[in-house]
């Protein structure tokens, strides 16, 4: 049996949540191969068998906000700029969570705040209108940086050749560009929404307000992968120079440290509850959800930008056996807004239901045939989570217990 991608080879389900321990945890995509040498993956406590992301949700509810919002004031005040100029840069590209930190910066912090946005690589219209509402209604001023779009086109192709990975370039821009922008800007504090130990990154993580530099800094620029390939390789084999990479690129070491940049979550200073940002950016700026159910889930307001955003969270599924319900049913579960059961349930019904909406326009504007994708798509899956049986791929374990080997 072949376990590919540094996974578990034993499959655990946590006995909170709906999550297993194949979840993966954030890496940085500029040094994301295809065998995720180093990948971590969600740690399963082996007495009482509950998930590190549970655990960190039940260490959230302890914590004293008052005290977390005190500190919050204090690092505003030390940034805060009474000349007009921007005092913080918010990354975002119109969801819930970006509306949110912003509307709360400025208009109950009073910060003078610049949003700055990495567009999805293909905007739905819902997602291309919350973000026209966020700036317009709910009242910033913003830039937007857009790539290259034939070499966008070239590394989100290569991307899922190479890594099964359609969204890399937009997660690579969204991470790298807001601390360039605030190098360019003289802007010394950047917001970012939750850390992603609220989902199951080492616990650890979690302890601080910063973001840990490895997902958005490099010393030297010889190592980084781009779509899975070697960034000198690229150079070699493929039509780009380096100038036209570079864009995607991270920010180095040198540079935050010579501007004193400094990247906070706002998730650690202020309690995130994604039900309520969404509420919050309703009332606030203009959002709505999306005018129908997610394909893969049953939620209609996370992540919904991206038309590739669906395709992204399919890959999940064949790469890791977890879909987007999953993940959905998982943060609900966790936030007292689902039952387990109810989770379970919601995994059966739509987890891995592949996400034909957008499916056709995609494959024709990355210009990849159809059934070329499928063909990708089985060279993605590990043995130890999926087993052939007549003509379709099933599951060997699942949380509802209906997997071929359990
Ligand atoms: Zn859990």
Redesign the pocket.
């Known amino acids: 049996m072949i376990v590919k991608y540094n996974l578990p080879k034993k499959i655990i389900f946590?006995k909170?949540?709906v999550?297993s321990n194949q979840r993966p945890g954030s890496i940085s995509e500029f040094f994301h191969t295809k065998d995720r040498k180093n990948a971590k993956y969600l740690k399963i406590n082996e007495q009482d068998g509950?998930?590190d992301?549970?655990k960190q949700n039940d260490i959230k509810n302890k914590i004293n906000w008052k005290e977390r919002e005190k500190k919050l004031v204090k690092l505003l005040d030390k940034h805060r700029k009474k000349n007009g100029e921007y005092d913080c840069l918010i990354p975002g590209s119109g969801g819930k969570d970006s509306a949110f930190q912003a509307h709360v910066l400025k208009y109950k912090y009073n910060m003078n705040p610049l949003i700055v946005t990495w567009p999805p690589i293909l905007y739905t219209d819902y997602g291309l209108k919350n973000y026209n509402n966020w700036i317009n209604i709910g009242g910033f001023d913003a830039l937007v940086v857009r790539p290259n779009g034939r070499v966008m086109k070239e590394l989100t192709k290569l991307s899922i050749i190479n890594l099964f990975h359609p969204f890399q370039t937009f997660i690579l821009g969204q991470k790298n560009i807001a601390p360039k922008i605030a190098s360019k800007f003289g802007i010394k504090l950047v917001f970012y929404g939750e850390n992603e130990a609220e989902y199951g990154n080492p616990i650890a993580e979690n302890n601080s307000s910063l973001r840990k530099k490895s997902y958005f800094a490099v010393k030297n620029y010889n190592n980084i992968y781009l779509a899975g390939i070697k960034i000198s390789e690229l150079i070699k084999k493929y039509k780009f120079k380096y100038r036209d990479y570079k864009i995607f690129l991270p920010t180095s070491d040198k540079e935050i440290n010579k501007n004193k940049i400094e990247i906070h979550y706002l998730g650690y200073y202020l309690k995130w509850i994604p039900q309520e940002a969404f509420y919050y950016a309703v009332k606030n700026t203009g959002f709505s959800p999306r005018p129908f159910r997610t394909q893969g889930t049953f939620s209609k307001y996370n992540s919904i930008d991206d038309k590739i955003d669906d395709l992204h969270y399919y890959t999940t599924f064949i790469k890791f056996g977890i879909g987007r319900a999953t993940y959905d049913a998982?943060q609900e579960i966790?936030n007292k807004h689902l039952t387990r059961e109810e989770g379970k349930n919601l995994v059966k019904k739509y987890d891995g239901e592949f996400p034909d909406r957008y499916f056709s326009e995609i494959m024709k504007f990355l210009e990849i045939k159809e059934e070329t994708f499928f063909k990708i798509c089985d060279k993605f899956r590990s043995s130890h989570l999926w087993k052939r049986v007549k003509s379709t791929w099933r599951l060997r374990h699942t949380i509802n217990k209906d997997g071929t080997d359990d």
């Open positions: 946590c909170n949540c999550m509950i998930c992301a549970c998982s966790r």
